[in-house]
């Protein structure tokens, strides 16, 4: 599968809550995301990702395996993404340590997300903060089948922001894991 994706920076996060708000009901969610490479950067340099998510809400945790190739669309950074639940994810993190991939960035994220059903496809919105980012984001995402699909879906992403009164100059490809190394670099909150 591809999630065919795109984020934004919020201006007004009350007036994009109060609109999702009338798609779907919102979940609060935080994300601790753990991100591996080999000691080479093997995965980076060829735009992969290995990345181990527990997911904390109001039903409890799950934990999350996801594997991300290289983009198929440069402009929104779109990838095939492979997901698995997992039942214990101390016992990932030890395998890929014993496989031989470390830690590179591990962070929060403070999530609201909305299953919506929009366009005839089923969006997943999800408004964001990364404490140690300043800002709220917006990710709308679904999931494609195949490239031939890709840019018509991102059309729909892109019809639904535009809904939310999210516009084209609001739209980023830059990365949380960019934005939070770049603040620890610094020791100052950044600006993704």
């Keep these: 599968m591809i999630e065919a994706e795109l984020k934004a920076r919020v201006r007004d996060p009350n007036a994009v809550q109060l609109r999702l708000d009338e798609y779907a009901v919102g979940r609060t969610e935080v994300y601790q995301d753990t991100y591996y490479d080999t000691a080479k950067g093997q995965l980076g340099s060829r735009d992969a990702e290995l990345r181990v998510r527990t997911v904390h809400g109001d039903t409890g945790a799950r934990s999350l395996l996801t594997y991300k190739e290289a983009k198929v669309d440069e402009a929104s950074g779109s990838k095939?993404?492979?997901?698995?639940?997992?039942?214990?994810?101390?016992?990932?993190?030890?395998?890929?340590?014993?496989?031989?991939?470390?830690?590179?960035?591990?962070?929060?994220?403070?999530?609201?997300?909305?299953?919506?059903?929009?366009?005839?496809?089923?969006?997943?919105?999800?408004?964001?903060?990364?404490?140690?980012?300043?800002?709220?984001?917006?990710?709308?995402?679904?999931?494609?089948?195949?490239?031939?699909?890709?840019?018509?879906?991102?059309?729909?992403?892109?019809?639904?922001?535009?809904?939310?009164?999210?516009?084209?100059?609001?739209?980023?490809?830059?990365?949380?894991?960019?934005?939070?190394?770049?603040?620890?670099?610094?020791?100052?909150?950044?600006?993704?």
């Design 80 to 192: 095939p993404e492979h997901e698995t639940r997992v039942e214990n994810a101390e016992a990932v993190h030890r395998m890929l340590r014993g496989l031989g991939y470390q830690p590179v960035i591990a962070f929060e994220k403070r999530c609201r997300n909305y299953d919506v059903q929009a366009r005839g496809r089923l969006m997943l919105a999800t408004l964001v903060q990364v404490p140690e980012i300043d800002g709220t984001f917006i990710e709308l995402e679904t999931l494609v089948q195949d490239e031939t699909d890709v840019q018509a879906a991102l059309g729909d992403v892109r019809a639904v922001l535009e809904s939310l009164g999210i516009e084209d100059a609001d739209l980023t490809r830059e990365l949380y894991t960019d934005a939070v190394l770049a603040h620890r670099t610094s020791g100052t909150r950044t600006d993704e």
